[in-house]
């Protein structure tokens, strides 16, 4: 839950979800900016305390920061996926290229995504594509431990997260895949393949869960997602949408055909604001969204 000094007012006339109008209006210097409320949010993640909230209101965007986000921070274990993509649902254009499809302030969201997270994971088409760093660098926070999904063993050598040692890297490989060499400590495990070839998500989960790992982030690419939501090993996707029509291209969710609307999922969901696209909070496993 929200402290109840937050839950009471977002801002001067702007009410935060499921809580009663404030009648009155605070100057803005007494209002709890975003960065204080996101510190709290961090302190909330770690297990600590925090310093005490001593304002009774919080900014517009700190107020949905807060109801956003508490979910994760209050919580010790979830997993949760995000996708960013157009209006029609794409990811990427056909020849790959995404950067950037969404603004600012959603790659903002997705770092402090990551300094939630104990682990951020990524496929290997992502990995061998976008070549990321998985670090927490546009927000405050600690950076997660960086996981790569490999089950043939296609992942190039050179890619950042075998050669840089600014967060720990899980190389996860099929049981019959060679290992490529690196310049820091990347710690291997091997876990079998199902029919079609790939990890079983169950699998992925339990194996980072005997590591100490157990707020995880999948991250990509729409391959690696729709495998872990269609398993039923997601709790949430934040779903990123862009102002944009791509009209063509590789698309976000890819799940097995179905037949009828009536096997169509209907999930709750919440929406917020993220610059100019729309955060869509998706529950895919029964959880209170405070």
């Known amino acids: 839950m929200l402290p109840r000094k937050i839950r009471r007012?977002?801002?001067?006339?702007?009410?935060?979800?499921?809580t009663p109008r404030h009648s009155g209006c605070t100057d803005q210097e007494?209002?709890?900016?975003?960065?204080?409320?996101w510190q709290w949010l961090q302190?909330?993640?770690?297990?600590k305390p925090g310093r005490a909230l001593e304002s009774d209101t919080a900014t517009s965007e700190a107020a949905e920061l807060l109801t956003c986000l508490t979910p994760l921070a209050s919580r010790p274990a979830w997993v949760i996926a995000q996708l960013g993509q157009s209006l029609d649902?794409?990811?990427?254009t056909e020849s790959g290229h995404?950067?950037?499809?969404?603004?600012?302030?959603s790659l903002v969201h997705l770092h402090r995504l990551r300094a939630l997270a104990d682990a951020v994971v990524v496929g290997a088409g992502t990995a061998s594509a976008d070549d990321p760093q998985l670090t927490v660098r546009h927000v405050t926070g600690s950076h997660p431990t960086r996981v790569v999904l490999d089950p043939r063993g296609r992942v190039p050598a050179s890619?950042?997260?075998?050669?840089?040692?600014?967060?720990?890297?899980?190389?996860?490989?099929?049981p019959e895949t060679a290992a490529s060499p690196t310049d820091v400590s990347v710690?291997?495990?091997?876990?079998?393949?199902?029919?079609?070839?790939?990890?079983?998500?169950g699998d992925v989960i339990a194996l980072l869960n005997q590591h100490g790992l157990q707020r995880i982030l999948v991250e990509g690419g729409g391959v690696t997602v729709s495998q872990f939501i269609e398993?039923?090993?997601?709790?949430?996707?934040?779903?990123?949408?862009?102002?944009?029509?791509?009209?063509?291209?590789?698309?976000?969710?890819?799940?097995?055909?179905?037949?009828?609307?009536?096997?169509?999922?209907?999930?709750?969901m919440r929406r917020f604001r993220c610059g100019d696209d729309t955060l869509f909070d998706v529950l895919l496993r029964a959880a209170p969204f405070t």
Do not use: W
């Not at 007012?9 to 499921?18: A, E, H, K, N, W």
């Not at 007494?30 to 409320?37: G, Q």
């Not at 995404?98 to 302030?105: F, V």
């Open 187 to 201: 710690k291997r495990c091997v876990l079998p393949l199902n029919a079609q070839g790939q990890f079983a998500p």
């Open 231 to 268: 398993a039923g090993a997601v709790d949430r996707l934040h779903l990123l949408v862009a102002p944009l029509l791509i009209g063509s291209g590789r698309p976000g969710l890819q799940m097995t055909p179905i037949e009828t609307l009536e096997s169509a999922l209907r999930p709750t």
């Open 9 to 18: 007012l977002s801002q001067c006339g702007g009410v935060m979800p499921d």
């Open 98 to 105: 995404s950067h950037y499809i969404n603004g600012h302030e």
């Open 159 to 174: 890619i950042k997260l075998f050669h840089t040692d600014s967060a720990p890297t899980l190389h996860i490989m099929g």
């Open 89 to 92: 649902g794409r990811i990427a």
């Open 43 to 47: 302190a909330m993640r770690h297990g």
């Open 30 to 37: 007494t209002l709890l900016d975003i960065e204080s409320a």
